[in-house]
């Protein structure tokens, strides 16, 4: 595994047309309360080049009420190649935890916490305002084809007991679709 600590102070996140966001904070804070029920959703995809592997960290704004579209802005992130599939899944979703958890600390006071349902994968109700969307699949499938599901458990229970939503296929679409996209 890599090790996933990024100042995101000084990375830059980028919009769909390629602009650059200077300080994903400040570009977040007027958008965040626009709407009645905004979620922030982070999630992170990979995808294995030649001689490297390209993550694709996505933020997604969606808000839950009204249901009219989603606002994305992303960052890239090259790393030395990571030929586990294992440990890839996991820098995924460390690097989702480590953008979730600066998000949460840099907005306190400025974006409310969603109305949250319980949690499907513990039942509980999250205490942080960040949702997590993760490119794990809770079903093995047949003959075990879906390989993800060999850390379900372990990355679904790790994100959990940080306090944020948690959620695997298929109703990751943070990671699944968005970052996804942005990393081919």
Do not use: W
């Amino acid at each position: 595994m890599q090790n996933t600590n990024i100042d995101f102070t000084k990375r830059k996140f980028k919009k769909f047309g390629g602009e650059v966001i200077e300080d994903i904070i400040e570009y977040l804070k007027p958008l965040i309360n626009k709407g009645d029920d905004m979620r922030i959703i982070v999630g992170c995809d990979s995808q294995q080049k030649r001689s490297y592997t390209m993550y694709a960290l996505a933020i997604v704004l969606y808000d839950q009420s009204l249901h009219n579209g989603a606002h994305v802005v992303f960052m890239r992130i090259r790393d030395k190649k990571e030929k586990s599939l294992i440990n890839r899944l996991m820098n995924e979703s460390l690097y989702s935890l480590d953008l979730a958890e600066y998000l949460d600390n840099n907005l306190e006071g400025f974006y409310i916490k969603p109305n949250f349902e319980k949690c499907k994968y513990n039942g509980l109700i999250p205490s942080k305002k960040i949702e997590i969307h993760v490119d794990v699949n809770p079903d093995e499938g047949k003959n075990k084809q879906n390989k993800s599901n060999v850390v379900y458990s372990s990355i679904m229970g790790m994100i959990s007991s940080y306090g944020f939503m948690v959620k695997c296929k298929p109703d990751a679409y943070c990671a699944s679709c968005a970052a996804d996209l942005l990393c081919k």
